[in-house]
């Protein structure tokens, strides 16, 4: 079955089919580096993780692009209120410079624990300042813009289409109205490079056409993947709140400079919710990846919640549910570690598992579908095969995991006594039957002088 997306501009899915064969480009908005992720940050990359796996199992060679926002992204969507970097800086009593640094780094150690595959290129905001000057200026030129006392603005009543990826309504927004507007001449118009304050020297700020300052939050998004994958790419994806004003106004500014509405599939993971709230980063009351391993967790039993939930709903956390999937992930890696090697998949299960896969990327059916395999009645070896071809998309390392030579499945534990038995009271035929079921169950036994020898087949 062909692969269909669900794309959040027309609210359909629909067959992908890319843009140039063959190829993918899929550009993510990334970690604003002011604090540690969240796992709810980390539940919409492990989202984004799975879509390009399932890219890649259709063929497709992925051109994978994530952002670093470290610079511009104020407290407030509304374009008031400090940087959140130097919000952070000022409150671990480091640079903003220093803060970007330690929390990048901090990010990428989370990313790999995941087992994220590493994208094709990381872009950090503040390394491409030139790149956002020059789309501002198109901008100009091309008549959407407007000064303020600190800043450019994007006017956003030049598009009749304004906000239509969020079915904004603008009717309701007019009336509603009573933000205090500053010199913004419309609720939903947006900054594009604000001017450092007078007087003060901020800690990232650089010289422009318009006067010393920074970009605006949205502008590097729109810069940086038009620079790294055009003005008309296949997939631009993050989470649910990027809709009605972050993805809004990239898609915005692209419109005015190039015509397009930049990426062909817009795709949005839902979000992680705690105790029916959202949890948020700059409430500072939030789940770390970290506050998961020191309970114990395995960061890859994190993944597989999320696998267990469609990116498409809502997911509540909580520690049972996550217990629960350290549990499942544990069954899984011990029966499969206790399979040889050397199969065949079978292909009416991969086909089976593609199919819910390429379903607008339906993993928790996948795993049903896996689960099935577990425990079929097919030889291990076969099972062990079949698993190994979806492995490709879970992305749950099983191969690398390697079994304790005391975590003898109970099971196990108990024929292979029966069998000692057996041959204590030298009944052969049974000894045999017994020893064969183990076999089919990925263990052999091995009688020595002292005893019989129990271990996973080679
Ligand atoms: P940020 O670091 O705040 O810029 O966000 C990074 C990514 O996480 C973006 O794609 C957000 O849309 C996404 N995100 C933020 N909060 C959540 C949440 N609670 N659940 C899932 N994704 C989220
Ligand atoms: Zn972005």
Redesign the pocket.
């Known amino acids: 079955m062909a692969l269909v997306l669900y794309d959040t501009w027309s609210r359909t899915v629909r067959p992908f089919i890319a843009l140039q064969p063959g190829h993918a480009g899929l550009y993510c ?1 990334g970690p604003t580096v002011y604090d540690h992720a969240h796992i709810g940050n980390l539940r919409t990359y492990v989202f984004e993780d799975v879509l390009r796996r399932v890219l890649v199992l259709n063929g497709h060679e992925v051109r994978h692009v994530v ?1 670093i926002t470290d610079v511009g992204h104020l407290v407030s969507d509304a374009d008031e209120g400090e940087d959140k970097m130097e919000k952070g800086s000022r409150r671990a009593g480091a640079s903003a410079w220093e803060i970007a640094e330690r929390y990048t780094r901090a990010f990428m150690s989370d990313w790999h624990a995941l087992n994220l595959l590493e994208p094709t290129l990381w872009c950090r905001a503040t390394d491409h300042i030139a790149e956002q000057i020059d789309f501002i200026a198109e901008l100009e030129q091309n008549g959407y813009t407007y000064r303020t006392n600190d800043g450019v603005y994007f006017d956003t009543s030049r598009q009749d289409d304004y906000g239509y990826l969020a079915r904004l309504d603008h009717a309701g927004l007019q009336a509603g109205k009573r933000v205090a507007l500053g010199e913004k001449r419309h609720v939903t118009d947006f900054a594009l490079w604000k001017f450092s304050p007078p007087d003060t020297t901020r800690q990232m700020e650089w010289d422009s056409p318009w006067g010393r300052g920074f970009p605006g939050w949205h502008i590097e ?1 729109s810069a940086m993947s038009a620079r790294y994958l055009g003005s008309w790419f296949d997939i631009h994806c ?1 989470g649910e709140d ?1 809709i009605a004003v ?1 993805h809004s106004n ?1 898609i915005a500014q692209t419109q005015a400079r190039y015509g397009t509405r930049l990426a062909n599939f817009w795709m949005h993971g839902h979000f992680l919710t705690l105790d029916a709230a959202k949890m948020s980063k700059s409430s500072g009351d939030f789940l770390r990846l970290q506050s998961l391993t020191e309970r114990g967790v395995d960061p890859l039993a994190y993944r597989y919640l999320c696998l267990s939930a469609h990116y498409r709903s809502k997911l509540r956390f909580n520690h049972e549910a996550l217990d629960a999937a350290q549990a499942a992930l544990d069954r899984l890696r011990k029966a499969y570690a206790s399979w040889p090697a050397g199969g065949t998949a079978d292909a009416d299960y991969v086909a089976r598992f593609n199919a819910e896969v390429n379903q607008d990327l339906n993993v928790p059916r996948a795993l049903a579908v896996l689960w099935e395999v577990v425990r079929s009645d097919l030889p291990v070896a076969t099972r062990r095969a079949t698993v190994d071809a979806f492995e490709p998309v879970l992305g749950l390392r099983l191969a690398q995991w390697r079994l304790d030579a005391f975590e003898i499945p109970a099971d196990v534990t108990t024929l292979a006594q029966e069998r000692e038995k057996a041959r204590a009271a030298k009944d052969w035929a049974e000894a045999d039957r017994l020893r064969e079921i183990l076999r089919t169950q990925g263990w052999q036994i091995k009688d020595g002088a002292d005893g019989q020898q129990l271990s996973p087949l080679d």
């Open positions: 908005c952002n998004c993050g990027h972050h990239e």
